[in-house]
């Protein structure tokens, strides 16, 4: 059974791993991406601090960890998914250039 591109990016704005692995192909094409446990452990702390069940989240992992992609580039855009009247703000929320905003926003 295959999935339509609404259903796709439905799933997206769901998961907070599934969009950040996708945004990480945007940024970065021909990288390979390995995925770990640690990366759903830190995307439910995110998603914990958007839901409010969590107020301040220190995140150390070692350097190459993606950490800083998940929380600083993926989490945003992730979050503009569900507030969307932020859109203005992003690319300085964000901390990115306008290109790699518009390789992440664009084709999703």
């Not at 439905?10 to 094409?29: G, I, Y």
């Not at 969590?54 to 950490?67: C, F, G, V």
Request: glycine share 2%; hydrophobic share 40%.
């Amino acid at each position: 059974m295959r999935i339509t591109n609404e259903e796709f990016k439905a799933f997206l704005r769901c998961d907070l791993v599934a969009f950040s692995e996708k945004a990480f192909h945007q940024l970065n094409p021909g990288t390979e991406y390995l995925h770990s446990w640690h990366l759903e452990v830190v995307a439910a702390a995110l998603e914990q601090c958007f839901t409010g069940k969590l107020r301040r989240l220190i995140i150390n992992l070692p350097p190459r960890s993606l950490k800083s992609h998940l929380a600083s580039i993926s989490f945003p855009a992730w979050l503009l998914g569900h507030r969307p009247e932020r859109k203005s703000s992003a690319p300085r929320m964000l901390r990115i250039s306008q290109r790699s905003w518009r390789q992440i926003a664009e084709p999703l």
